[in-house]
Nanobody
Framework: QVQLVESGGGLVQPGGSLRLSCAASGSIFSINVMGWYRQAPGKERILVANIGNSRPNYADSVKGRFTISRDNAKNTVYLQMNSLKPEDTAVYYC?????????WGRGTQVTVSS
């Protein structure tokens, strides 16, 4: 089992920035992909960004504004979100994938509003 603990959500004005963190613990394998998904009210959960051992992947809607990074020594993934827009408002979920298994965090609310 893998446990994921997210932090860093909150309320921010349009154009502002937030940084999300997600720390993984438990049965950590070297082969894994960590990432962030988000789900807005009434919409499906969609991929925001993920990162394994190669280049990160980003949703088109966040390219150039969001940056995903990871610290393997700490089993932690980060999502730096800049130039936030109201349409970025959602619950953001951390995801950990390894060897065909998916694990999810409980989610952290990000609200972009003036």
């Amino acid at each position: 089992q893998v446990q994921l603990v997210e932090s860093g959500g909150g309320l921010v004005q349009p154009g502002g920035s937030l940084r999300l963190s997600c720390a993984a613990s438990g049965s950590i394998f070297s082969i894994n992909v960590m990432g962030w998904y988000r789900q807005a009210p009434g919409k499906e959960r969609i991929l925001v960004a993920n990162i394994g051992n190669s280049r990160p992947n980003y949703a088109d809607s966040v390219k150039g504004r969001f940056t995903i990074s990871r610290d393997n020594a700490k089993n932690t993934v980060y999502l730096q979100m800049n130039s936030l827009k109201p349409e970025d408002t959602a619950v953001y979920y951390c995801n950990y994938w390894t060897l065909g298994k998916n694990y999810w965090g409980r989610g952290t609310q990000v609200t972009v509003s003036s």
